[in-house]
């Protein structure tokens, strides 16, 4: 167990719609990373937010936003929703502003959304 | 061309077998490298970390990396059917940066 929580675990939709990802980090830390895997792109970056601050940005659709609150959880919104848009959504955490110096980020278990 | 580039699978091998994953990236910037592991249904956790080039070993597991090629490996020595997983690759160019990440390949182990 991470001690990264993510909810929910399954989300089956339809296209047009709109859906909210959860994650709480682990205990102490302050970064929180979103990543969507899927098996034609891998495991890619979207977003990074460090003390409820946005720091780095990757390939995160303008119809995607997120954010992360004062108790330091965080939540990724995906508005319009598309087919190609079905795919693994994780969340990580880590204490610094980076990875640790092992690279070390801590996952959770994935949000699995299907879009119909 | 993407950064970072690892062989496609699947690959599945017999128990027992040594097992060779391999990566190339195209950012000399690169410095750190890791391998992560990914259970079926469960987040990425971190195998093994490799600063710089050379060999490191943990176990059955053997990670090497050599910048001058820009290429890094992991080795599974005497494979088991608990080491089928996907392996991904990943990368980073600083103590803070983000991490770069392979496309990972799914590894079967046979009893």
């Known amino acids: 167990d991470s001690g990264v929580t993510q909810t929910p675990k399954h989300l089956i939709t339809a296209t047009g719609q709109r859906v909210t990802l959860r994650c709480s980090p682990r205990?102490?830390?302050?970064?929180v990373y979103w990543y969507q895997q899927s098996l034609d792109q891998g495991l890619q970056f979207l977003i990074q937010?460090?003390?409820?601050?946005?720091?780095a940005k990757g390939n995160i659709l303008e119809r995607f936003s997120a954010q992360q609150f004062p108790d330091l959880h965080s939540e990724l919104n995906l508005s319009s929703l598309e087919l190609g848009d079905s795919a693994l959504y994780f969340c990580?955490?880590?204490?610094?502003?980076?990875?640790?110096?092992?690279?070390?980020?801590?996952f959770g278990e994935g949000s699995r959304l299907t879009v119909l | 061309q993407k950064e970072v580039e690892q062989d496609p699978g699947p690959l599945s091998v017999p128990e027992g077998a040594i097992v060779s994953l391999n990566c190339t990236y195209s950012?000399?910037?690169?410095?750190?490298f890791m391998w992560y592991r990914q259970y079926s249904r469960k987040g990425p956790e971190l195998l093994m970390y490799?600063?710089?080039?050379g060999n490191k070993e943990d176990g059955r597991f053997t990670a090497q990396v050599d910048k001058s090629s820009k290429y890094i490996s992991l080795f599974i020595r005497d494979s088991q059917p608990s080491d089928s997983a996907t392996y991904l690759c990943?990368?980073?160019?600083?103590?803070?940066?983000?991490?770069?990440f392979g496309k990972g390949i799914t590894l079967s182990v046979r009893p």
């Open positions: 205990s102490g830390d302050l970064s």
């Open positions: 490799t600063y710089s080039s």
């Open positions: 937010y460090y003390n409820g601050e946005e720091r």
């Open positions: 990580a955490s880590s204490v610094a502003l980076g990875a640790t110096i092992t690279g070390e980020l801590f």
């Open positions: 990943a990368m980073k160019s600083g103590a803070n940066s983000k991490l770069t």
């Open positions: 950012n000399s910037a690169f410095q750190y």
